[in-house]
């Protein structure tokens, strides 16, 4: 089976530009999540839907960042404008949930890498 | 945010030496779960744990749930070249349906052959 899909894998911007981050979760999975990667942050999660419903966008930095699960096949991540802090892999993940109180597995694609110039 | 101690945050070995590093949480979680990353790749599950004094192995690498609920290890035996990537631990603290990961900032592996 086919994992998380991710496009695209780099991207190259200049600030102030419009970028889009595009996510296929694995089919079945009920949970998506949205990461940031950064050297000096580590891995933060930026936001999280279970059944395409936003649950927590409280790691989400400012309003130029906005993300949609229009289906449960399909996600976007969007930041609008670009700046050059927002440089970093962006990483989206899927699980399927587990009985209560497991976290379950994350499943992660092979992120996108965002370049803000 | 809330973030695991990871340590050691980088470790340069011999092929076939063995391997430890280990996490800790000011809080208790009920889920620890370890993940590698490979460059240029998303971080892959390695063990989940579930319970305090879990002892779980995959392989070549074995990693525990300590008993205060604070705490993980992860051991590689024998190391190979491929083992080389970024090592994390995250943690869940199991409460209601909140889904967050706590993430600790990695342990970079690098294995001389």
């Known amino acids: 089976d086919a994992g998380v899909i991710q496009s695209p894998r780099h991207e190259v911007t200049e600030m102030g530009q419009e970028v889009t981050l595009r996510c296929k979760p694995i089919?079945?999975?009920?949970?998506l999540f949205w990461y940031r990667q950064t050297m000096m942050r580590g891995l933060e999660l930026l936001i999280y839907?279970?059944?395409?419903?936003?649950?927590?966008d409280s790691g989400m930095p400012e309003d130029r960042f906005s993300a949609k699960m229009p289906n449960a096949s399909f996600s976007t991540l969007k930041i609008q404008p670009s700046e050059p802090r927002d440089s970093a892999v962006y990483f989206c993940?899927?699980?399927?949930?587990?009985?209560?109180?497991?976290?379950?597995?994350?499943?992660f694609g092979e992120g996108s890498r965002l370049t803000v110039l | 945010g809330q973030q695991l101690n990871q340590s050691p945050q980088s470790m340069f070995i011999q092929e076939g030496e063995d391997v430890s590093m280990n996490c800790t949480s000011s809080s208790i979680f009920n889920t620890w779960l370890w993940y590698k990353q490979d460059p240029g790749e998303g971080p892959v599950l390695l063990i989940a744990?579930?319970?305090a004094g879990e002892l779980t192995s995959n392989g070549r690498l074995t990693a525990q749930f300590g008993i205060t609920r604070k705490d993980s290890f992860l051991n590689i035996s024998a190391s190979i070249p491929s083992d080389v990537g970024i090592y994390f631990c995250a943690g869940h603290p199991g409460a209601g349906n909140n889904r967050k990961l706590i993430w600790g900032l990695g342990t970079s592996l690098a294995v001389n052959p």
């Open positions: 993940a899927s699980s399927l949930l587990r009985s209560s109180g497991r976290a379950g597995e994350l499943f």
């Open positions: 839907f279970n059944n395409n419903v936003p649950i927590d």
């Open positions: 089919s079945g999975h009920d949970y």
């Open positions: 744990l579930y319970k």
